[in-house]
């Protein structure tokens, strides 16, 4: 079946630092890419996707490139801010009998940022 | 706030009992998903409902069932618990499933402890 890696964390890093976590995923076909952001207390919410192969999704100056060669969706952020940490989930969309997608999550990488 | 609302916060309870936890989706939001997250198992899909029929169905104990009701609210009912019932219980809402790139929007969720 489908299945997503992410690097095992915790990862610690300074304020103002590079920020890269690993994700590569195994899938029949073309899957939809996904990042997930997890704040202490609260539920997942969607960070930025990328749909198709080279595509690269972008958002609060996170960034993930969606490559088919090596089955791979890093995320990166060029100067990482205290209230980053959090726990990022990389996920894929997975067709479900019945015809719905439905993500299928990596484990999770928490993300410690120190001021 | 992702508008969507789950209760309880938290529920403690013993071995052998039955709960219910509740969650109310986004206005509009015509698909509700349960997922578990556990320390050892990581972040689990449970069920999908969509405008109270089940549309797809993932890792769920046969101790567990769900159901979304006219209203489009949907009740998780877990019983016989054992203490590794004991996790975070998510609830998820988006207007439907069919399309890879669709967004999934979560509640802050329960956390069951079962002692």
């Known amino acids: 079946g489908n299945s997503v890696t992410q690097m095992e964390g915790p990862v610690t890093l300074s304020e103002e630092a590079f920020l890269t976590i690993n994700c590569t995923y195994t899938?029949?076909?073309?899957?939809?890419l996904f990042w997930y952001v997890q704040y202490p207390g609260e539920g997942l919410q969607l960070l930025l996707k990328?749909?198709?192969?080279?595509d690269k999704g972008s958002n609060k100056g996170f960034e993930a490139t969606y490559r088919k060669e090596t089955t791979s969706f890093h995320l990166e952020k060029g100067s990482v801010q205290v209230s980053d940490s959090a726990v990022y989930f990389c996920?894929?969309?997975?067709?479900?009998?019945?015809?719905?997608?439905?993500?299928?999550f990596g484990r999770g990488t928490s993300l410690i940022v120190h001021p | 706030d992702s508008g969507v609302t789950q209760t309880p916060k938290h529920l403690i309870t013993a071995t052998g009992q039955r709960v219910t936890l509740r969650c109310s989706p986004r206005?509009?939001?015509?698909?509700v998903y349960w997922y578990q997250q556990s320390l050892d198992q990581g972040l689990q899909f449970l069920i999908q409902y969509y405008n109270g029929e089940e549309r797809a169905k993932g890792n769920i104990l046969e101790r567990f069932s769900a159901q979304q009701f006219p209203d489009l609210h949907s009740e998780l009912n877990l019983s016989s618990l054992e203490l590794g019932d004991s996790a975070l219980y998510f609830c998820?809402?988006?207007?439907?499933?069919?399309?890879?790139?669709?967004?999934?929007?979560f509640g802050p969720g329960t956390r069951l402890t079962v002692l």
């Open positions: 899938a029949t076909g073309y899957p939809s």
């Open positions: 990328a749909t198709k192969a080279d």
């Open positions: 998820a809402s988006s207007v439907d499933q069919l399309l890879s790139t669709d967004t999934q929007y």
């Open positions: 206005s509009g939001d015509l698909s």
């Open positions: 996920a894929l969309s997975d067709l479900r009998a019945g015809g719905s997608y439905i993500p299928t």
